[in-house]
């Protein structure tokens, strides 16, 4: 199955690994990403203020053309996701903007919110499903175990670079942007969210709960308050290494910017596309 | 010829401020059929009454227009003034022009146009109005009180000083309701059991009193004074007339997995149980869902154990039918499930607790024997954290819009008697607003603050933070300090709104009375007529219509009875003559009309019709018209026209129409 794929600007530079682990990820479970063509920074950077239209006009662009190939948009950066869903429900509700919109780009059939977006977890759970995952999970494992056996004795033989990802204590880190405003986003409660927890279990991992998982980071404050920023990020490190999490995985490159910043506590973070990449055997 | 008069009311400012009430008289006069108009500043008055009454000797009225409030609000009253004049009352019509025209509009041309319009399709249809008389018909003298908590017993006793029979179905095994989970009860700070069980035993032992618990209402007929009841008594699986109420079958059951109810689902219970130790009646049920012996086959412990051979696990359903004259909904509350404002962590931390669990965790009979201590640890907690309007006053659709009325009260009361029995554990409280207004209540707060230093701060939790170490983070916001607060405690109380209990919704239904959207059950005047129905013979006692304090449902109580011993103690009721009635001829049989009434009121006969001279046998639809509450729902469903109702003819309808569209 072809899905339309939103990488955003991030995933192409800072964040190649939380792409690249996607493409091969979906490829292993038979799916193809089709990148958009021609695709432009979605916008994230600015604020999503109602009368600021032109920092829409790129997500507009990538969403008519996923409409048109009939094919749901697939998003990996927490950002662009939030972008990218707000800016098509924003012209699926039509209104003056809608209009505006449509008018400038000059759309010979006004673009209406048509285009399905979805987030990288939700096609994990939604298209590909959980227990497909776990199935090709665990014949990636008996694979790996096959292949190790078969290593002569004398250790010349290269051993799978993988991270094991089994029975691994894993804190998902939600953030803010992919739950808020959860009218918008319907991705998951709010308060109490499960698709990282329900994503961790299906790879073989073991969810930690722990009360920090939707605080916010810090975001932008890094730039003016680092300090801030970097006590949000302990706080959230210090809980999960406090419920005994020995990794914490997120989806939003800023995040991984803020949590790297703290130094304090020694407690990796990692794109959740690694691990599942790690999960599935794949050597990236 | 009709000989109409019209009467325009002012109604003060209300319908004069907005508009022309002369020009609507003036109008009035004008049209076919009115001999008289006038307006007046208070028709419902002693004065406009006998202006009215005076008019209709004089001018021979045939038939009146009342142009004033809604018929809810004084259309009998203008009924009987007819009458005193002589005139039939169903000769009289009520153009509503305030509540639809004056209330709503703001332009004084356009609503006096409107006015005029109304007044109009009244006259219209009083023209063709008809004299009908009213039928009588017998009461049951017997009352029926749905819900046993403090509501119902109060409702019940006061019915039976009366002399008059009275049965309380209570869906639990035992009467008592919510109050008696309380521990003490503001603003004397008595406890709750000293003051309700007396009740309860009162109710039990009143000759009068009938009580039915652990039954269920399962279908309601008739109409007031006649109505039939069909109740399900479930099985307790236990001889009522056998046991003596020992307790050792439920000290003996090997099966005590099945979360207590009664204790908010904080410890156990057995499967055979008395939800509390006072219960009444002190008669166990088995939860046969929890029971070994009916999953599995094998155990009968409580059986063995039971001296009086009380244990029956052949027992099966009764159903009874019982005719009453009165029914009176007693249902009471239930607080809101929290899944939705999970940023306060009550699913995943036993230390953040309801209210009502709290009560529980203070009562000496609850599942910490009335010491406070963390559910997760049993350490005592030396820093807690109240947060109010949990649900309550809610904006969005997560919660309720209203306010629960008796938070404010209870959260005082708990955070005083933690400082006055543990000094040295610290309570914070807080608030949006605090609210409470109610004889020695404010006093009663103020003196939380002031004597017994609980912090109140004014600020909403934004989350609490269970920590890895049993803390709870709680941040939260000072407004008055304009400052971001943290306070890490040992338990956090919620004081969750409070919501009508769940089965509300479907004993409306059954008796056809009125729900809102929070499913509180309508009262048939906000300020007028607030412990009745809108449907007749049916009373509202308690928090089912409304959140209330006990002492104002007992208050309510005693005014819900009041209104069923006035019923009761008439011999005949007259019944509403604006019944539906079908014409033979028109009929075709096709059971459209039997469907779609929702009293039962219209069946069908094969009869002998005489059809222009030829006589034909025909399935028609005949009316009771005793069971007919006057809808209408038959008369727009039917497809062949035969359905028409007294008072609302399809004739006066279209008439009323025509007018409005001249």
Same mark, same amino acid.
Request: overall charge neutral; aromatic content about 6%.
């Given at each position: ?284 | ?33 009115? $001999? ?101 018909? #017998? ?66 032992? @009143? ?143 036993? @230390? ?25 640890? #049993? ?53 949006? @607003? ?119 449902? $007992? ?66 639809? $005949? ?20 359905? @028409? ?18």
């Amino acid at each position: 199955m072809k899905y339309s794929y939103f990488p955003g600007c991030t995933l192409k530079y800072k964040a190649k690994e939380l792409d690249i682990c996607a493409r091969e990820s979906a490829k292993a479970l038979g799916c193809e990403l089709e990148e958009i063509e021609e695709w432009q920074c979605c916008g994230g950077v600015y604020t999503m203020q109602k009368d600021e239209l032109a920092t829409k006009l790129a997500s507009v662009r990538a969403l008519m053309e996923a409409a048109q190939k009939g094919q749901a948009l697939v998003t990996v950066c927490s950002a662009c996701h939030h972008v990218l869903k707000r800016v098509n429900l924003m012209m699926r509700e039509g209104g003056p903007e809608c209009d505006r919109i449509n008018n400038y780009m000059n759309n010979e059939i006004p673009y209406r919110g048509e285009a399905k977006v979805i987030h990288y977890l939700e096609f994990l759970r939604d298209e590909v499903g959980f227990d497909k995952i776990k199935e090709a999970v665990e014949k990636a494992q008996t694979a790996r175990k096959a292949k190790d056996q078969e290593d002569p004795a004398d250790g010349t033989a290269q051993k799978v670079k993988t991270e094991p990802v089994k029975d691994v204590k894993t804190a998902p880190y939600y953030g803010c942007l992919l739950l808020r405003p959860s009218a918008q986003m319907a991705f998951d409660d709010p308060e109490n969210p499960s698709i990282m927890e329900d994503f961790i279990e299906a790879i073989g991992g073991k969810p930690v709960y722990y009360p920090y998982r939707n605080e916010c980071c810090g975001a932008y404050t890094s730039i003016k308050n680092k300090d801030h920023a970097l006590r949000l990020s302990w706080e959230i490190k210090d809980s999960a290494a406090g419920f005994g999490a020995e990794k914490i995985i997120t989806a939003c490159p800023l995040c991984m910017y803020n949590l790297k910043q703290e130094k304090e506590i020694e407690i990796p973070v990692i794109y959740f596309t690694r691990i599942l990449a790690d999960a599935l055997g794949l050597e990236i | 010829m009709p000989r109409i008069g019209v009467f325009v009311c002012h109604c003060g400012t209300n319908i004069a401020g907005t508009i022309d009430v002369a020009k609507v008289a003036e109008m009035a006069a004008a049209e076919q059929g009115v $001999v008289f108009s006038k307006d007046y500043q208070y028709m419902c008055s002693q004065t406009g009454q006998t202006l009215i009454i005076d008019a209709i000797k004089e001018y021979k009225l045939t038939g009146i227009v009342v142009c004033s409030c809604s018929p809810r609000m004084h259309e009998t009253t203008f009924r009987n003034a007819a009458q005193r004049a002589g005139l039939n009352p169903y000769m009289v019509e009520i153009a509503n022009i305030r509540e639809q025209c004056s209330w709503i509009h703001k332009d004084r041309e356009e609503a006096t146009e409107k006015a005029v319009i109304l007044m109009r399709a009244a006259v219209a249809k009083v023209c063709l109005n008809t004299p009908l008389t009213a039928g009588e018909s #017998g009461v049951t003298k017997r009352a029926l009180v749905i819900g046993g908590g403090i509501a119902g017993i109060q409702t019940a006793l006061d019915i039976s000083a009366a002399g008059f029979k009275v049965d309380i179905v209570e869906k639990t095994p035992s009467i008592g309701g919510r109050m008696s989970q309380l521990d003490k009860t503001f603003p004397t700070l008595d406890c709750s059991a000293c003051i309700l069980t007396p009740k309860m035993v009162e109710a039990a032992s @009143d000759e009068n009193i009938t009580l039915y618990t652990y039954s269920e209402v399962e279908k309601v007929s008739g109409f007031v004074g006649n109505f039939k009841v069909d109740i399900r008594k479930k099985a307790r699986s236990v001889r009522a007339d056998k046991c003596t109420g020992c307790g050792v079958c439920q000290e003996k059951c090997p099966s005590k997995k099945a979360p207590s109810e009664f204790n908010r689902g904080l410890n156990n219970r057995s499967a055979i149980y008395t939800p509390f130790a006072q219960a009444i009646p002190n008669v166990p049920v088995i939860d046969r869902e929890n029971c070994i012996k009916f999953q599995t086959g094998k155990c009968g412990v409580c059986s063995k154990v039971c001296q009086a051979n009380a244990i029956d696990y052949e027992q099966e359903d009764e159903m009874i039918t019982v005719e009453y004259g009165a029914i009176v909904v007693a249902t009471g509350f239930d607080v809101i499930n929290l899944d939705k404002y999970d940023e306060y962590a009550y699913s995943k931390s036993k @230390d953040v607790i309801t209210s009502l669990e709290l009560e529980r965790i203070m009562n000496a009979a609850g599942p910490t024997g009335g010491h406070l201590e963390r559910l997760s640890d #049993g350490k005592a907690p030396k820093e807690i954290v109240f947060i109010q309007c949990v649900g309550s006053r809610c904006a969005d659709e997560r919660g309720k819009s209203y306010c629960s009325k008796i938070c404010c009260m209870y959260t005082a009361k708990q955070a005083m008697l933690i400082r006055d029995k543990y000094p040295d554990t610290n309570v914070t409280v807080f608030y949006i @607003d605090i609210r409470t207004p109610g004889k020695n209540f404010d006093e009663f707060y103020r003196r939380a603050v002031e004597d017994y230093n609980v912090h109140y701060i004014k600020g909403q939790v934004g989350k609490v933070l269970p920590e890895s170490s049993g803390k709870l983070i709680v941040v939260g916001s000072d407004i008055i300090d304009a400052r971001h607060v943290i306070i890490p405690a040992d338990m956090v109380v919620l004081a969750a709104a409070i919501e009508p209990n769940k089965d509300a919704r479907k004993i409306a239904t059954m008796l056809t009375a009125s729900i809102d959207n929070n499913n509180f059950l309508t009262e048939a005047h906000a300020k007028l007529r607030p412990v009745e129905s809108p449907t007749a013979g049916i009373f509202l006692s308690g928090v089912c219509q409304g959140p209330r304090d006990i002492p104002e449902t $007992v208050a309510m109580a005693g005014s819900a009875a009041a209104k069923v011993i006035g019923l009761l103690s008439k011999d005949r009721l007259k019944s509403n003559p604006c019944t539906a009635h079908s014409d033979e001829l028109m009929c075709n049989g096709c059971s459209t009309c039997e469907k779609v009434c929702p009293y039962g009121a219209i069946s069908y006969e094969t009869k002998i019709v005489n059809d222009h001279g030829v006589k034909k046998e025909r399935r028609v639809a $005949v009316v009771n018209a005793a069971l007919c509450q006057g809808c209408g729902a038959c008369t727009v469903a039917c497809p062949s026209g035969a359905m @028409d109702l007294s008072g609302f003819s399809n004739r006066q309808i279209i008439a009323e129409v025509d007018a409005v569209c001249r």
